[in-house]
């Protein structure tokens, strides 16, 4: 469901094309992300066991350097915008957004050769390395926003 919420906001914010950005009129699901995410998820088990390891071995290393990024825009976010309007407040958040970015760069470094979670070569890190640069892709494709309290209006126009 999180990722057909994401393919969503992606769509909806032109990254990727509008089909994705399709609410179904009553329940304002994301159908067809939705329909795209389940043909994707029958497909998968076609592929095989191995191909599956690879996915999974490869997603958590993206899923750590992904960890790392919000905490590292939540101590942007305090210091760029420390008056932001935020439904959950947290104690210390300095310390704690540090804390965060810490611990996902020690587990980021499970993943390095020689460690228990190290990626196989050339399978997984070849995976890491497509995924990462059709990131770059989207990263590009990112409408020019400037940082202020109506960034979020301007990305969506």
């Not at 179904?24 to 998820?41: D, K």
């Not at 470094?109 to 990626?119: E, F, Q, S, T, V």
């Amino acid at each position: 469901m999180g990722a057909s919420r994401l393919l969503y906001a992606m769509a909806d914010s032109g990254m990727l094309p509008r089909w994705f950005a399709h609410l179904h009129p009553r329940y304002r699901t994301p159908t067809h992300a939705l329909l795209f995410i389940g043909a994707l998820s029958a497909v998968a088990p076609l592929f095989g066991e191995q191909m599956l390891v690879w996915l999974v071995d490869a997603g958590g290393v993206n899923i750590v350097v992904a960890f790392f990024l919000v905490a590292i825009a939540f101590l942007v976010l305090r210091s760029r915008e420390p008056e932001m309007a935020r439904p959950f407040r947290v104690a210390s958040g300095r310390v704690i957004g540090a804390l965060a970015a810490l611990a996902s760069l020690t587990l980021a470094a499970l993943y390095l050769p020689g460690m228990p979670a190290a990626l196989i070569w050339p399978a997984e890190w070849i995976i890491v390395g497509v995924w990462w640069l059709v990131g770059l892709y989207f990263l590009t494709r990112l409408p020019k926003v400037a940082p202020g309290p109506d960034a979020h209006r301007e990305l969506h126009r």
